[in-house]
C-alpha cells in the first residue's frame, strides 16, 4: 500500500563566502496514514536517498535552463520502501522531485500510468509555482499549495481504488502484464521449478520479483506452489533437484457474453432500443469465438480494466444503459469521458445506437466474463513427459504424480467472482 506522496524542490542555497549547501526542501506532503504530521516523510525516505535518487534524475542533463522531466522506479536503500519518482526541471533551471512511497510487496507497475498522469499535471503546477517565487507573489504561491495538496490527495485516492482488486481485475493483471503471460504460457506446458522460472525471468528483467509476479495466481487458485523432494545420489548421498516447483491446476481467460439482463429488460419493458441493440449483439456474437480474441484486445481490456475510472463505468453498464448526453457523473475530475467511452467502443465493449428520435444511448456491447478452464490439456504432456524420460531418475516420476495429484485434487474447486 501506498505511503504516501513528498514533492521537494532543490536549492543550492548559495551563502555569501561562495560556499554552497545543496538541499531538497519539501514544499508539499500527503500521507495515507492520517495521524501523522509533515515530518512523518524523515521516517519513509532519508537525505542520502533523495540525492541518489536525484542523481538517476539529472545524469547526462546539460543546461540548467532546459526544460526537462522524467520518472524513475527504484527501492530505497536506507529505508524498507520502494519508490516512483517525477523529476521536473522547468524553463528557469528551478528543479523539483515528487516521490510516491509504496510498501516493499507492492506491485507498483500498475500504478504506472496514476503517477504518470499525476506528474503531468505536477509539471504544470511547478512552472507556475516557479513564477509566482521569482514575482513573490504570496497570494498565487498560496493557491498553488493548495493545488498541489489536492493533486497529491487526489493520487491517493486513485492509488487507494486500484489497491482493492477484484478477481475479475487480478485476471487484468496476468494478461496486462508480459512477463506474467510469459510465465502462463510456461506452466501450460509442463510444471517447473521455482528456481528455473526466476532465473528464466531474470533473463528477461533483471530486476523481476517472482514472488509479486505469482501473486495474481496464487490468488486465484490457477497455480500451486508444492515441494520435490529430489534424487539422493546414492555414492555421494547429496539430494539434487529438490526444492519448490510450480504446477498450472486452472487456466483462465477473458470471454464476452452477452448482457442477457439488459437484453431482458429492454425486451420486457418494450423498448424501442430493442430490436435494434438485439441486432447489434447477434451480428456480433454470431462471429465470435473466445479462442481467437486476439491477444492485442484482450492486453487491452486488461489494460482498461486496470483504471479505476473505466472499470467503475463498465461495472455500472453491465446494469443500465444511458443516453449519451445524460451520463452520469461517476468519473473522477480528470477522466476524459469521451476518450473512455471511444476506447470502449473501439474494442467492442461498448455500442452506440439511436432511437427514434435520433437521440444517440450507449449500451455495453459485450459484457467480459472470466472463461475458467481445467487444464486437462496438460495431462498428455505429463505422460509424455513421464515415458520420455522414465530413466532418468525418479526426479520425473515425482513432477508428474504430484502434477497428476494435484490435478486431481483441485478440480472441483471452484472460482467465485
Avoid: C
Avoid at 521536473?88 to 516493499?104: N, P, R
Amino acid at each position: 500500500m501506498i505511503k504516501g506522496i513528498i514533492t521537494f524542490s532543490f536549492n543550492l542555497n548559495q551563502k555569501e563566502t561562495g560556499e554552497i549547501e545543496p538541499e531538497f526542501r519539501p514544499i508539499q506532503s500527503q500521507f495515507l496514514a492520517e495521524d501523522v504530521d509533515e515530518n512523518y516523510y524523515k521516517q519513509l525516505v532519508v537525505e542520502n536517498d533523495i540525492f541518489a535518487m536525484y542523481y538517476q534524475h539529472t545524469t547526462g542533463l546539460s543546461g540548467v535552463s532546459v526544460e526537462h522531466s522524467n520518472f524513475f522506479n527504484g527501492r530505497l536503500k536506507e529505508t524498507p520502501y520502494q519508490i516512483m519518482s517525477y523529476f521536473k526541471q522547468v524553463s528557469d533551471g528551478s528543479q523539483y522531485l515528487t516521490f510516491s512511497i509504496f510498501e516493499l510487496d507492492d506491485e507498483i507497475e500498475i500504478y504506472n500510468d496514476i503517477i504518470k498522469d499525476m506528474g503531468y499535471r505536477l509539471g504544470d503546477i511547478f512552472e507556475k509555482f516557479s513564477e509566482a517565487r521569482k514575482a513573490k507573489q504570496l497570494e498565487l504561491i498560496t493557491n498553488l499549495q493548495i493545488r498541489l495538496k489536492n493533486e497529491l490527495k487526489y493520487s491517493i485516492f486513485q492509488i487507494e481504488r486500484l489497491s482493492n482488486l477484484t478477481n475479475l481485475q487480478k485476471i487484468a493483471l496476468i494478461y496486462n502484464n508480459e512477463l506474467r503471460l510469459y510465465i502462463l504460457e510456461v506452466l501450460r506446458k509442463f510444471p517447473i521449478s521455482s528456481t528455473e522460472l526466476r532465473r528464466e525471468i531474470q533473463q528477461i528483467k533483471p530486476d523481476a520479483n517472482l514472488d509479486i509476479l505469482l501473486h495474481p495466481f496464487i490468488e486465484l487458485n490457477l497455480v500451486r506452489r508444492d515441494w520435490i523432494e529430489g534424487e539422493r545420489n546414492k555414492e555421494t548421498g547429496i539430494i539434487k533437484n529438490q526444492g519448490e516447483y510450480l504446477f498450472l491446476v486452472k487456466d483462465v481467460m477473458f470471454a464476452r457474453v452477452p448482457n442477457e439482463k439488459l437484453l431482458n429488460h429492454l425486451k420486457e419493458t418494450k423498448n424501442e432500443l430493442y430490436d435494434i441493440y438485439n441486432r447489434e449483439v447477434i451480428k456480433y456474437f454470431t462471429k465470435y469465438d473466445p479462442f481467437e480474441e486476439s491477444t492485442k484486445n484482450t492486453q487491452k481490456i486488461a489494460s482498461m480494466f486496470l483504471n479505476p475510472d473505466i472499470y467503475d463505468f463498465f461495472v455500472l453498464m453491465r446494469n443500465n444503459f444511458y443516453a449519451k448526453d445524460k451520463i452520469p457523473k461517476i468519473f473522477s475530475e480528470f477522466a476524459v469521458t469521451d476518450v473512455l467511452i471511444n476506447d470502449l467502443k473501439e474494442i467492442e465493449v461498448l455500442t452506440e445506437i439511436s432511437d427514434n428520435d435520433d437521440r444517440k444511448w450507449l449500451l455495453l456491447l459485450t459484457d467480459i466474463k472470466p472463461m475458467v478452464i481445467f487444464p486437462e490439456f496438460m495431462l498428455p504432456k505429463i505422460r509424455a513427459f513421464y515415458k520420455q524420460n522414465s530413466n532418468k531418475g525418479k526426479l520425473q516420476y515425482q513432477i508428474a504424480k504430484k502434477a497428476y495429484d494435484l490435478l486431481e485434487l483441485t478440480y472441483p474447486e471452484k472460482m467465485e467472482f
